[in-house]
Each structure stands twice: as C-alpha cells, then as structure tokens.
C-alpha cells in the first residue's frame, strides 16, 4: 500500500456525551497528529465516533476498503452493541491490504464488538477476552484495581487498568514507544 498520510482515530460507538465519545481521547487524538506530522508531511487525522447515519457509515467503509487510511487507531468502548459486521469486513480489507491497526479496549465487555473480527484478523480478535466470552477464566489471570473495586472484572489479560499488549507491531510509531509492555493472551 502507498502511504497516504491519512490516519483514523474512531470508537466503536455513536457520540454519546455521557459515554466514551471520542472527545475524550483528545490528547490521545493530539499526539497522533503530532506524532504523525513529525514523520510524514501532509499527514492527515481524522477523529470521530462511529457514524450514526447509513450513509456515512457505508463512505467509511469504502476508505477503508480503498486504503484511504494508512493508520486505524480503533477505540472500543461498545458494550457489544458496536459496529455492524460491515465495518469489520471493510476493516480487515484495509488490513490486508496494509493499513496499520491499533485496538484500544477497558474493562469488563467494553470493546465486545471485537470479537467480530474475521479473516485476516482473527487471531486479533481471539486475544481479546470478556467476561462473557470466557466465563471460567482463572482468577490468577485476573487483575483487580483496588481503586475502582466497582469494576468487578477488568480486561484481564492485559494486566492492570491501562495495561498494554502488542499482537503483532509491523510498524513503528514513536507512540507506541512504551517503557514496558504486558505479555497478555497472544495467539
């Protein structure tokens, strides 16, 4: 794939001021074009929520699937009720065909929509772990955040609230730089 200098920050969620609405991954959004512009003159990002209507949803689609997007920075904050399989079909023939992917999930089933993932990302989408999706999980494999006991079961696999797990990293960002990194659920 030709780089585009076009990147996607997006949730898995409609705008939604009392939930995970994309303004609130401001900084996060700031140090991606920052980051990016560093490397890449012209670069471009793009923030939003999951689009509400049919018809922005389907021109993402057709981004995605056209390569549009070099990058695809995907915060999951659904609760299962995410995009529709569409969007996961059109996000991994961006995939495929080289767009670089970064998942972004919290505790509990915040981010269940991703066990939608197929094809080329289906062993991304069998690292990720709910509550519903396994239900026996072993408490030694649980972290407990003594800070928030209201969350009763944290992402587990990535360690601590904040955790990060790389699947597979086939590109460097200055971003993704991080001091250490939580061996987490690999397959």
Known sequence: ?????????????GADADDWCIERFSLLAAQIRAAGEAQ???????????????????????QLRSGHFEQVWLIAPDLDNGPEPAFFEALEAAVAGGTHLVLATDHTDLGSCL???????SNVGRTQTFGRSWPDLPSDQEYANDACPAIQRPCVVTGQNGGVQICRQRLDHPILAFDTTIAGHLI
């Open 1 to 13: 794939m030709a780089s585009t200098g076009n990147a996607l920050l997006q949730t898995t969620i």
């Open 40 to 62: 890449q003159p012209g670069f471009q990002l793009l923030v939003q929520n999951h689009p509400s209507s049919a018809e922005d949803r389907l021109k993402l689609q057709n």
């Open 115 to 121: 066990l939608q993932l197929d094809g080329c990302l």
